[in-house]
């Protein structure tokens, strides 16, 4: 054979593997919204930056007729490129090969790209579509899948790991995913549960279809498995490189600074009136983040998932920030639950990956009754907690309104280590509101009034004196629990030069084999 014939054979060899199962079941993938492994590696990387590993990888199963046929790539197309000039390393399940099962193999290659990853200190995107352990396999798959797993464990808090879900995920295949920090999700075409609706109606009888037992729209808003939901690929694709803009390469570094041109000083004089006056009056906390940050640019993580709380990052200064927000908006920012799990992980992702905490806090504290009791309320509120305190990243913290009892406590309070904390003029920092107190503390003179006006008229008087005392942010201030009373116009630039203080903040915990944080 001439050189020139080896290299034409190269070339029809890397032609042959990018068709990966063929031009047949390419053209079905298309005609259900779904684009190949190869053209979302492309969409999602720098134009040009993608070095394709492995593409010559076949698999060595010898069952059921497996032998005799055999896809180049088997079924995942691996390697790495950069997104705005960063290397991040990739995987994407081609679904056009055996369904994207996963086989010893496909296995070994992603977890190739997965330990040169953890080596170069670079994030890893996986892209998911895959009918789940190639069946005609058997154990070697599982074991693959535990490989798998087991990187993803030791590479959680190193180095960032997303994953997009833009087919089926199912069974065990669920757990790569969900052992990652981020898992976006398209509409319509995408689904992830650990037993189908088949097994799931043999088992307890229920009929549920595939989008109601794991679309996006259930992980997105109801279990909280997925952080981000898009309309298509596409705009999945897209978002995943906005995500990566806020991060760090690796927990050894700093987040990308970018230039800003939003002034640091900007008043915004709405902030002033922005809070109802009555405090039993909703207002929209996203309209006070969009106010203080770079550019009212603010990517929401759990965008549709207890919405009480909000989380997502945005830039202050040109340096990125992980916010956390009670949202009045929405059940008055209690903090139940889900809000509690939600903004936990939240937070460790900030804390492991070098970025500042800003938290927003407007809580008339934790959701009672036996529901959320039940549920475990005592331990998901002690994970947030666990997460604030542990946390040794700039904290800053701003009371917006309302701050009673044990919430005020969990969110990022001075004795948490709060770096800065400041308070509006109309902050209530209590142990409760004013009516539940006085319930309380004057029960017994209540009960004795026997005429109703009168009674109330008792309860309206206690109640202001109460709200004299607490319902202010002065008795804190005075204690120094909060560093300053500042005037909400002015919020933006309070918060940016405390960050900007913080920028040299060292703190470390004390030498552990780990925490046992209440999971
Ligand atoms: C081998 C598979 C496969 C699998 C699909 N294929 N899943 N091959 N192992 N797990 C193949 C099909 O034979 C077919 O091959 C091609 O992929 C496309 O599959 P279709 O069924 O035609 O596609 P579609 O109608 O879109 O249905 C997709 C699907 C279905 C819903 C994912 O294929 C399916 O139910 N697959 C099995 C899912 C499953 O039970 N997996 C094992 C779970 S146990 P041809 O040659 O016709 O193109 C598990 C344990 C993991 O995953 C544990 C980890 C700890």
Known sequence: ???????????????????????????????????????RIEMLLDDGSFEELDMFVTHRCHNFGLEKKKFMGDGVVTGYGTIDGRVVYVFAQDFTVWGGSLSETMALKI????????????????????????????????????????RNILASGVIPQISAIFGPCAGGAVYSPALTDFIMMTENTSYMFVTGPKVVKTVTGEVISIEDLGGADVHASKSGVA???????????????KLLSYLPQNNLEEPPAVECHDPIERMEDS??????ENPNLPYDIKDVIDLIVDDGEFLEVHRNYAKNIVTGFCRMDGLSVGVIANQP????????????????????FCDAFNIPILTLVDVPGFLPGSGQEYAGIINEGAKLMFAFGEATVPKVTVTIRKSYGGAHDVMSCKQLRGDFNYAWPNAQIAVMGAKGAIEIIEGRKIAAIENEEEKAAYVEQKSKEYEEV??????????????????????????????????????????????????
């Open 271 to 276: 902030l002033n009136e922005l809070v109802p």
């Open 1 to 39: 054979m001439s050189n020139q014939d080896k290299i034409n054979k190269l070339i029809d060899l890397r032609a042959e593997a990018k068709l990966g199962g063929g031009l047949k079941r390419i053209e079905k993938q298309h005609e259900q919204g779904k684009m190949t492994a190869h053209e």
């Open 470 to 519: 607490f319902a202010n942010p002065y008795q804190a201030a005075a204690y120094g629990y909060i560093d300053d009373v500042i005037e909400p116009r002015n919020t933006r630039f309070r918060i940016i030069r405390a960050f900007q203080n913080l920028q040299t903040k060292r703190l470390t915990n004390p030498m552990k084999k780990h925490s046992n944080i209440p999971l």
């Open 227 to 241: 952080h981000f939901k898009a309309e298509n690929e596409e705009e999945g694709l897209m978002l995943i490189r």
């Open 111 to 150: 977890c190739k790209v997965m330990d040169m990853a953890m080596k170069v200190g670079a994030p890893v995107i996986g892209i998911n579509d895959s009918g789940g352990a190639r069946i005609q396999e058997g154990v070697t798959s599982l074991a693959g899948y535990a490989e798998i797993f087991e």
């Open 329 to 348: 908006n929405y059940l008055a920012g209690v903090l139940d639950c889900a809000a509690s799990k939600k903004a936990a992980r939240f937070v460790r």
